[in-house]
C-alpha cells in the first residue's frame, strides 16, 4: 500500500470514530448506568434492596454491561438498543426503553410497585412517549 492510501483509510477510521463519539453525546440515555438509577435520592425508592448483580449475570448468561437485582426486578443495561430490544423481546414479563431491560420475572413486589418502577425509568427522560405494559 502506499503512503497515500494509508492515510485515506486511516483518515476514515478516524471519520468514524468521531461519529460514534458524536452518537454517544448525542444519545444522552445511552450515558445512564444503572448505579446511577438504583442510587437516585429523589422523590420514592422504587429501586429497593438493589443489589449489583453484573459479575455473575453478564459475565455468564446475558450478553449486557451491567445489571442489578432489586425488590422489583432485574435490571440489565446493554451496548446498545437493539441488543436491549433482542434481550427484552425474550423476557415473558419485562419492559424495555432505550438501553435497559427490566425483568419482573420471580420478583415479590406488587405490580403497583413495578409500574412506579418503570415510571421512573422512563421519566429519565423528558421525551418518553410509550406505555406501559398491562401486567394487572
Known amino acids: 500500500m502506499n503512503s497515500r492510501h494509508t492515510a485515506f483509510r486511516m483518515g476514515g477510521l478516524a471519520f468514524v470514530v468521531l461519529v460514534l463519539a458524536g452518537c454517544s453525546l448525542l444519545d444522552p440515555q445511552g450515558q445512564l448506568t444503572l448505579h446511577d438509577l438504583v442510587n437516585v435520592e429523589e422523590g420514592v425508592d422504587v429501586t429497593t434492596q438493589a443489589e449489583d448483580i453484573t459479575d455473575t449475570a453478564c ?38 426503553i ?14 403497583q410497585e413495578q409500574l412506579h418502577a418503570m415510571q421512573m425509568l422512563a421519566g429519565m427522560w423528558n421525551d418518553y412517549e410509550g406505555g406501559f405494559p398491562d401486567r394487572g
Not at 455468564?60 to 437485582?69: F, G, H, P, R, W
Open 59 to 96: 459475565a455468564t448468561l446475558i450478553d449486557c454491561v451491567e445489571a442489578y437485582s432489586t425488590a422489583e426486578a432485574n435490571y440489565y443495561r446493554f451496548d446498545s438498543r437493539d441488543d436491549a430490544e433482542a434481550f427484552g423481546s425474550s423476557v415473558e414479563d419485562g419492559f424495555v
Open 98 to 111: 432505550n438501553y435497559i431491560v427490566m425483568d419482573f420475572a420471580g420478583k415479590d413486589a406488587s405490580v
